[in-house]
């Protein structure tokens, strides 16, 4: 009886221990592929809100339409920016205001209603604005434009080989290609990209749920559209 109750017990402990190596090991292969990112500000508010994290796909480093992508900052490599691609090589980026055209085509979008959201560290902490559904690509994601910002536009800028552009989903409070280099624009070189952003379902943003309705009604208004080419 108690070598079978010896042999029991190392057959017990030789799979506990084969659970624990092959959950390390997945671990391990999981960590290789996807890296945790904190989003520090609200530039993607109000789909990724100051403090939420998110996974980052780091074998997938392909930028497409519409596509969240991690990169090196062009003008500060140590830093790490999450942003999204609007524009590809040879297209022709305008943005007014509201309105973001490629290469001449205007990123189809369906206004939800107005809502508001608190960014503690932010130097005016309370913000109130639009919010909109905007269609690119494989994407469906909301974007927010602020009253209390001045209505942005940019010159117009052609994206150069082996670059992309990128624009923060909240239009009015993100540091994107628009401004850098000195205002002249920027793109974001490929050799810079850590990995993609898995995206979730589109949802609301916290507080806004009296804009359901609206929501909704939007979302059933996809266009057949949704690609510049």
């Not at 992508?69 to 297209?91: A, I, S, T």
């Not at 536009?153 to 990128?166: A, H, I, N």
């Not at 989903?169 to 974001?188: A, I, K, Q, T």
């Not at 266009?223 to 510049?228: D, V």
Request: glycine residues 10%; negative net charge; proline residues 7%.
């Amino acid at each position: 009886m108690a070598k079978n109750k010896t042999i029991v017990l190392i057959a017990v402990g030789s799979l506990v221990a084969a659970t624990v190596c092959a959950a390390l090991v997945a671990l391990a292969l999981r960590l290789a592929v996807f890296e945790p990112f904190r989003i520090p500000s609200g530039s993607m508010y109000p789909g990724l809100p100051p403090g939420s994290h998110v996974w980052v796909h780091k074998l997938d480093k392909e930028p497409a339409y519409g596509a969240i992508m991690v990169f090196r900052y062009p003008e500060n490599p140590e830093q790490d920016f999450l942003k999204r691609v609007v524009g590809l090589p040879g297209d022709v980026i305008e943005t007014h205001g509201a309105v973001v055209t490629i290469n001449g085509w205007e990123i189809p979008h369906c206004e939800v209603g107005k809502t508001s959201y608190v960014e503690a560290d932010s130097m005016t902490p309370t913000h109130s604005g639009m919010l909109d559904v905007e269609w690119l690509g494989d994407e469906t994601y909301l974007v927010f434009h602020d009253d209390h910002s001045l209505a942005m536009s940019s010159p117009t800028f052609t994206v150069k080989s082996g670059e992309y552009y990128v624009l923060g989903d909240n239009r009015d409070n993100s540091h994107d290609s628009r401004m850098w280099f000195g205002g002249l624009g920027g793109g974001v070189p490929e050799e810079n990209t850590l990995g993609r952003v898995r995206s979730g379902k589109i949802e609301l943003p916290r507080g806004a749920e009296s804009l359901r309705s609206a929501f909704d009604a939007c979302l059933a208004k996809k266009p057949a559209k949704t690609t510049p080419r």
